[in-house]
């Protein structure tokens, strides 16, 4: 009975090591590679989330917007894509995001005179503006009264914000971070996937579509696309919480344009407004206000996505061989007529 007894437990024993063995051999290498798995989702979701941020002080050769084959180019240094027409399937890009249920916010401020806009940028905007996607649009302006009635498509809505009045065109531009910022706080982050901030002295010609969408979003300015950046516009003092070296920069990006996600667009108007306050208690204003501080922000935190001139035109240009077409210009306009001061 003994040795039976004996012989039953390392057979036992046998069989427990041989599963052991088995487990150990199999099964925790499968274990640690789920939790290398998981790991790696972690830190891919974290570059993911991350914006392609450029150290201060770097230099580097100035990117061009037209290469030597007269078109405009595909891709940034950083390997942003630049949207031009033929760069994209209108069709097929319009698919892929209608899928998502995206709503698409939209801020335009009308103060002052510049409510005479409102209507042209309305209604071709209804004609060109992500039609067939979720949009709302939110115009700001001190004059409720002078929104125009204009037509709006499916899916599409109109809110007024009423704002005070200024005396200067320049408080206009200057405080337009901090109504971004507080739209967003007050709710807009729960209700929009994407924002985009345009100007109303604006007017649609063509499509703009789920093509422009994408984390951070610049448009690169009419007027300097072919100019070196020492010549850019950018502020040169160095008091000011907007300047930027000669030897720095990429692109000149136009501030009747901004957008990305709503929560880029947060961080990009929080920061941009913190450095308006720093640059208002020094009593510093910014060579072209938050257009200054927009492109020091752009400077050293990448735009996902950029858009070529053809999204921020100027009628007075004409159009060049390089340009394709014409989505969104500014229209001629007397500035006497319409801002308060000159």
Known sequence: MKLQSVNAFLIMFAGTVVIGLFYFGFTSPSLRYIEQRLCLNKTKKSRENALLQSPQGFIYKQPSVVGPDGKVGPLTPWLAPIVSEGSFDPTLIDAIYKQQNITVATTIFALGKYTIFLKDFLESAEQHFFVGFRVHYYVFTDHPEQVPDVKLGEEHELTVMTVNSLSR???????????????????????????????????????????????????????????????????????????????????????????????????????????????????????????????????????????????????????????KMVRFSQVPKNYDEVRPNT
């Open 169 to 323: 065109w320049q408080e206009m531009s200057l405080g337009r971070m901090k109504r971004l910022e507080l739209l967003i706080e007050s709710g807009l982050v729960n209700d929009a996937d994407y924002l985009f901030s345009l100007d109303v002295d604006t007017k649609f010609y063509g499509r703009w579509g789920a093509e422009s969408l994408g984390d951070l979003i610049g448009v690169i300015h009419a007027w300097f696309y072919y100019t070196p950046r020492e010549q850019f516009p950018y502020e040169r003092r160095p008091e000011s919480q907007a300047f930027v070296p000669y030897s720095e920069g990429d692109y000149y990006y136009g501030g009747a344009v901004l957008g990305g996600s709503v929560k880029q667009v947060y961080q990009l108007a929080k920061t941009c407004r913190e450095q308006l306050d720093i640059d208002a208690a020094k009593s510093i204003e910014a060579a072209w206000q938050e257009e200054s501080h927009l492109n020091k922000y752009f400077i050293y935190n990448k735009p996902s996505k950029l858009l070529s001139p053809e999204y921020s035109w100027d009628d007075k240009r004409g159009t060049p061989r390089e340009m």
